[in-house]
């Protein structure tokens, strides 16, 4: 069965390069350029900033530059995989999501999944690259366990981020409205671009528990600095595990309401 | 006159159409404060200051950038690429309006609602987070930071049109507008005021229209700014060539407007 979804992914992916390269490729140059300024001018901020403060909430500059570079490359991740969303309201409206619930495969995989953006998957290997430089600069070893600990790290974020955005177009499919509740998360998200415990205890327990965003850098980074016990990871894997279950809940009691009305 | 009236209205009309499109877009507005805040609490809020910023100094710069990216960011011919590549642009070419005055009231509508919306906001962010503000009370000073935001209106509204306008040309008009944004998100000073980077680069900077758009007039309100006179007459120079580039570029490019889509 994975094996189906695979191949179906590579499939529209492949499709989506095409696009971009028969139609857009003086775009793709201004949109890599526009993604790494972004990066740079997130980069000085905390240098700025650091160059005078020395450190932020605990945090020397290169611990904050690690932060960041993980907060990047999670969410570039999930930029990569689940960009559907962003042209989900429209497949409701404009009645395409009837095929998706007609499809043999998962509707919930067509209406995350099936839009991959090749700009993320070239952007994917510099941003690792910038996680690793940072991670060297912390001082910080780079082992196998600590790596293979980032790397369950990565997948419960995951969850959580992809239950978060059935969440979203499970509103989506109710109410019609995706496109800023999609923004709003993001805006929210780039809360995890700094460490978590900046937004008093009430903000960095949200980010933590209610929402995936400590996990996405915060929690990582003091991992590699000895600063979280891996055996925590336990009740996140299954805080994970809780929130997906609850998203896919709600995601079929959304499927009841959908009325295929633009069909 | 009152045709430009009845379409301030109409706009304010469609902008109120989608309610809860409109109150998500505000509240976005809300958290755009709420990262820098955070992060300037953990470093400032202990005392002492950084590159001659207390709290309140900061505090006051982050408020007013949001209020400014409201009012002068605030702007709906950010639509024209759109309008230009789906042949909407046709329906008010055919309308007996000044294409550019048409373009320029829809943005004072869409002003005049974000400003309407400061209002429930600004007590709200005060009463939740208690951001010191420094108020400004030199009448000189205020009259500059108004006069310099109404170039600052003005600068925005002819770099949208020339962005805008880029769909004369080609269809993708996403890419070099997100360019813009991320540009613009660093070059106005909304990140972190730009007199905290070396001097070379703010020299560089100042030279770029981008600056006077939230910098100059933040700066001029605080009355901090020891160069307000000149960098008042380079914010005008910016609004007048940007203003002849902005007709030139649109005078050339309506010439191969073919209307598709219509």
Redesign the interface.
Known sequence: MLKAYAKVWLKLTAQQFQNQVA??R???I??I???L??LA?AF??IW??ME??KL??GYNLSQAIFILALFNFISSLTQLFMRGIYIFRQKVVDGTFDFYLLNPLSELFYSLFSYTDPLDLILFFPYLGIVIWAWVATGFPITLISFLFLFLIIIISEIMILSWHIFIISIGVR?L?V???I??YR??E??G??PVS???KL?ENILTYAFPFALMATIPANLVFGLFNPWYLFGFAALSILQLKISLWYWHRSLLSYSSASS | MNKYISLFTITLQEIFTYRLNMIMWRVRQIFVFLIPFFIWRAVLSGGGNIYGYSFAAIMTYLFGTTILRSLVMGSRTIDLGWMINSGALTIPLMRPFNIFSFFFIRDLADKLFNLSFMFIEIPLILFIFHPPVFLQSNPLYLALAIFSILLAIMLYYYINVIFGSLAFWSRDVWAPRFLLMVIMEFATGAMFPLDMLPVVWQKIILFTPFPYLLYVPLKTYLGTDPNTNIHLLVSLLWVIILGFFANFVWQKGIKSYEAEGR
């Open positions: 139609n857009a003086g775009a793709a201004l949109f350029f526009g993604k300024f972004r001018t000085l901020f700025v900033i005078r403060a932020i909430a109410y409205e496109d800023n509740t923004m709003l805006d929210l780039r809360m671009a700094f900046i937004y008093g903000g």
